[in-house]
């Protein structure tokens, strides 16, 4: 798939690795079918739509929790904007609070929630050629949000690419 391009002739590639830290790919239905609708949903929210990506990871041992990855790659003309709106898609996730995006920039923030299985902790950014999110599913409420992790994770899927010079 061609990688978009921003208005600054950047471009985004997304890239779904077997292993994610200590995690493997985790073919689960009941988990893989949000995580792709996630990704559709957050298609939307970019301009010139090139790509995107869902996967769910789960750990090796039982108190591992399973991370779920949705993506797209696409001009994001407002980051501010964008993300309010992805954190508007889970109204569940409260105590929403900016984050360090790490080393590809944007904006990113974390929140936590919970639904009738899970504790949820949900990390999402937003730069100027990709919107994303990680969201940690956990049977026991873990305290803090995994903030340096979600930086790791994110620059495992996440590839900038310099543009094309102008007439190529």
Known sequence: MQPSASPSGMRARLELPMRLGNR??????PLLS???ESA?????LV???KEIAGQVYNGETDGDYAVLVS????TVRDEEATLDKVFRLFPRIREV??????????IARCGNGRNAQYY????????QISVGMVTFLSPERRLGLPDGEFVEIRSELE???PGLPSGQ
Request: with cysteine; hydrophobic share 40%.
């Open 71 to 74: 993506a797209t790659a696409g």
């Open 120 to 127: 949820v902790t949900m990390c999402a950014w937003a730069d």
């Open 40 to 44: 559709e949903q957050l298609g939307r």
């Open 159 to 161: 590839y900038p690419i």
């Open 34 to 36: 949000p995580v792709i």
């Open 47 to 49: 301009d010139d739509r």
């Open 24 to 29: 493997s790919r985790f073919f689960h239905r």
């Open 97 to 106: 609070r900016a984050v360090d995006p790490g080393p590809l920039g944007g």
